[in-house]
């Protein structure tokens, strides 16, 4: 039987049958400033319906024209609400074995808080990065300058990051010093048919991670990509495609160690 339980800035989903499963957790895009977790119901229904993972869906604070909030705001309030995952009180899910999902926007935060940012507030807790089994970034925005000179009309870039945008470049930050080694997993997604982000931003973040993995002598196995699967635009996340990949590539992982 599954369970819903909804706070202010997580939606969880689960089955009540078993609390010893690995939890999936998505983090949106949007652009800094639009969707929420109410519209990934499906995404997290699918996931479990189809490989019995429970799902958390998160929330973080919003740009608007009327509060200013500017990066990293919105990486702060996912980091906290991870936290509590590991800390979470009702047991749903193994939280000692976290899955973590970014797109777009999602990606760059999830990027800001695993990699070593050097931002004092982005800094995990040793119980989360251990928990952290795997990271999957779909469509990713990391470099926000060179996503600008070759988007010009986005305006979200200077509404959500002070300058200079080079310091929140996530291709530019080193692997942290406290990251397990040669234990996270990371998967870089992307779809064919996305014409909002380009490829050259998942791709030169699968070379960074796997190069820092090769420079840290880690297993280079542990990096992967995939701009195959998804033939789709940039809004796939709601998608049953997206939805499988995400439980497919989990499992995959998984069953492997």
Known sequence: MTS???????????????????????????????????????????ILDEVRLPVAVLDYRLSTKHNNLKHPGHAEDVLDELEKLVEWPTPLFDRSRLYLVGHSAGAHILSSIFLDSEVDTLQPSDALLYAVQGILVASGIFDPETLLDRFPNYDFIPQVFTGPY???????????????????????????????????????????????????NWDTGLISKDYDTLTIGHYYTTKAPFASLVGAWAMQDIQNR
């Open 4 to 46: 819903e339980h909804h706070h202010p800035f997580i939606d969880l989903y689960a089955d009540t049958e078993t609390s010893d499963k690995p939890l999936v957790v998505f983090i949106h895009g949007g652009a800094w400033r639009s969707e929420s977790k109410d519209i990934f119901q499906s995404f997290a229904l699918h």
């Open 166 to 216: 080079s310091r929140w470049n996530t291709l530019n930050y080193t692997i942290r010093s406290n990251m397990p080694p040669s234990f996270t997993r990371w998967h870089v997604v992307h779809s064919s048919g996305d014409t909002l982000v380009n490829v050259e931003q998942s791709e030169a973040m699968f070379n960074h991670i796997h190069e820092a993995y090769a420079k840290e």
